[in-house]
């Protein structure tokens, strides 16, 4: 009988040591997560605070180029054209040199219509239908392929008259055809991109640079 009573008592005591330590446990657990909630909004406080302060940097900067002097104004200017034509030369040549299939090369015109005008849409020798004679498609008889790697352009100072830039692009893709093997292709071409109308108003291809065809597929 003593026993048994000592036995009971073993286990209420533990139960109940276990219930503080439980309770214990418990307590630390929601400390920890309301200091990590509060650690948290913080954060997202401190991280709209820098956006903020960023934005209004951005503004004052932008409102001290255009009050600034000439000198300033023309330097605002003249980073942004060359940002802006680079900027859509990268896409440019994107477009023109990603395809797989039929489908892909016929679409390129239509992304590229925001991007150039109608003269250089209109011309064959970027934009045509990537059929043959026969009407078969080029690309999917040939299984060709195209993979746009880089475009590095560079711009010239701003035409005032005409308000454009002229631009040499040096453009890397990778191509193959069927099953052999891919060739990284350089390529240079000679642009003027009309910064009223943000488009690219003559395209030219100056020659082929380099072939490099070592990369098996």
Known sequence: MEQNKKSTLAAVL????????????????????????????????????????????????????????????????????????????????????????????????????????????????????????????IIDTMKLQSSFISADTRVSLINEDANTVDCVSVVKYAAQYGSERSATTTVVYTSTYDLNQQKFTKLQKLGTTMVDATTDQ
């Open 14 to 137: 533990v139960i109940f040591i276990s219930l503080v330590l439980l309770g214990i446990f418990k307590y630390q657990q929601n400390t920890y997560n309301q200091k990590l909630q509060k650690a948290q909004t913080e954060l997202t406080t401190e991280q709209k605070a820098l956006k903020k302060a960023k934005k209004q940097e951005q503004r004052k900067l932008r409102e001290k180029a255009a009050t600034g002097t000439a000198a300033q104004q023309d330097s605002a200017k003249q980073a942004k054209a060359e940002n802006d034509a680079s900027t859509q030369a990268a896409k440019l040549f994107k477009i023109l040199f990603t395809y797989s299939s039929q489908a892909d090369w016929a679409a390129r015109s239509t992304q590229a219509k925001s991007l150039v005008t109608d003269t250089i849409l209109n011309d064959k020798t970027y934009f045509n239908d990537g059929k043959d004679d026969t009407g078969n498609s």
